[in-house]
């Protein structure tokens, strides 16, 4: 069995924790310029239908008394490894897949902790007593189902989807309920009269394929019971992103230019951390009217110094004919692997010196950042300006 464990309400009960006057009460985490949104809702604020992504300002329209907390960020992080560093103490094989949720495999764990139930138990218990923090806990013999069982009774929930249930769960679970469905693919269930995960059998892999691309046959397996996705433990992480959300549009190309070198950075000092290279460098850009669009690029040899991502990012960023202002740009890396572990493909000699120079440059940044705070030394474009 597969335990999907996810904090409840995260940011604003911790910031409930810390300050007792908050509990009780609608409160919402956000940032303080105008156009932040809510980045999450105590479950008291919930219930004015005020949920994450939501303008504050609009929330605040349907809460008169809303508190707004504004961010901890570290505190958050420092909560989540403590969090993550509980999990490893119920299994090896534990797969962060965000700040706050993890999947957890209960095998070979039957001795020491009983039951996959049994574990949840323990593991709710141990965060609340040495967190004081509540989690929901779904527990399935697949990955997706384990996900979706962890949401279906929050806040502090504990869901089980038994084996010899799966096919009438299946057949009864909403379409729009399964990761990976989002609006556009909720409007094509809608033409083609979906409504469950049992629907999609009745129609064959091609035409699935053709209306939603690749997840069209992994809907079909999903809905056929099977799922073959496996637990990513720390190493195997597929990709790393980094993104801001800017205090205003912009289209300009020396504070694209600026932010991209930040996010690179932020995101090279991840794949450093975990002595990670990569080979595919994405770019995501969110316009003014909220549409979006990512571009990616493969490259022969694994990297990892800031620098390399930022070029690579730039050369996508230039690319593309831009229409509209620019509300979030992001970059990530993915195609993963140990750094030691050789690429198919090395770097040319003369590249190969360029880049050791460049990661002795980052590895000097990240120690410094690590000891006295991010951004303690920058690349002096990004001086400018805060970002
Ligand atoms: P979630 O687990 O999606 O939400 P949550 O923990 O606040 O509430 P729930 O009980 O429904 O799980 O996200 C975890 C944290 O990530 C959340 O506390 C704040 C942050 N977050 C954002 O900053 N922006 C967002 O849009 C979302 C969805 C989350
Ligand atoms: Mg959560």
Same mark, same amino acid.
Request: aromatic fraction near 0%; glycine fraction near 22%; hydrophobic fraction near 10%.
């Given at each position: 069995m597969i335990l999907h464990i996810d904090m409840d309400a995260f940011f604003a009960a911790i910031e409930q924790r810390d300050n007792? =006057?908050? !509990? #009780?009460k609608p409160v919402i985490v956000a #940032? !303080? =310029? !105008?156009r932040s949104v809510v980045s999450t809702a105590s479950y008291e604020a919930r219930k004015f239908g005020i949920h994450s992504a939501m303008p504050v300002f609009q929330a605040r329209e349907k809460c008169k008394h809303l508190i707004i907390v504004p961010g901890h960020m570290s505190k958050y992080q420092d909560n989540s490894k403590r969090i993550m560093d509980i999990f490893s103490t119920f299994s090896p094989v534990v797969e962060q897949v965000s700040i706050d949720e993890a999947y957890i495999d209960s095998k070979g764990c039957e001795r020491l902790f009983g039951t996959p139930q049994k574990m949840a138990e323990q593991i709710k218990k141990k965060i609340l007593g040495s967190l004081s923090l509540t989690c929901s806990i779904g527990i399935a013999p697949l990955k997706f189902l384990a996900k979706i069982a962890s949401d279906m009774q929050k806040p502090d929930g504990l869901t089980i989807i038994e084996r010899s249930k799966i096919d009438t769960f299946i057949c009864q679970l909403p379409i729009g309920k399964v990761p990976g469905v989002g609006k556009q693919a909720m409007q094509q269930m809608t033409l083609l009269k979906v409504s469950t995960l049992g629907d999609i059998k009745k129609y064959p892999s091609w035409i699935l394929n053709k209306k939603f691309g690749k997840m069209g046959p992994r809907l079909l397996q999903l809905a056929n019971g099977i799922d073959n996705s496996s637990i990513q433990t720390h190493s195997k992480k597929k990709s790393i992103s980094s993104e801001t959300t800017l205090s205003k549009d912009i289209s300009d190309f020396e504070t694209v230019n600026r932010i991209l070198l930040d996010r690179s950075q932020n995101v090279g000092r991840q794949l450093r951390k975990k002595n990670l290279v990569c080979r595919t460098v994405s770019i995501k850009l969110k316009f003014s009217d909220f549409s979006q669009i990512t571009r990616s690029h493969t490259l022969n040899a694994g990297i990892c110094a800031s620098t390399a991502i930022f070029n690579a990012a730039v050369k996508l960023y230039k690319k593309i004919k831009l229409k509209k202002k620019i509300r979030l740009l992001g970059i990530g890396v993915s195609s993963l692997k140990d750094k030691d572990a050789p690429f198919q493909m090395q770097l040319m000699q003369t590249d190969q010196k360029k880049q050791k120079q460049w990661e002795s440059v980052d590895s000097a940044i990240d120690s410094i950042d690590e000891k006295y705070g991010t951004h303690s030394v920058s690349k002096a474009s990004l001086t400018k300006e805060k970002l």
């Open positions: 007792p =006057s908050l !509990k #009780g #940032g !303080k =310029s !105008k």
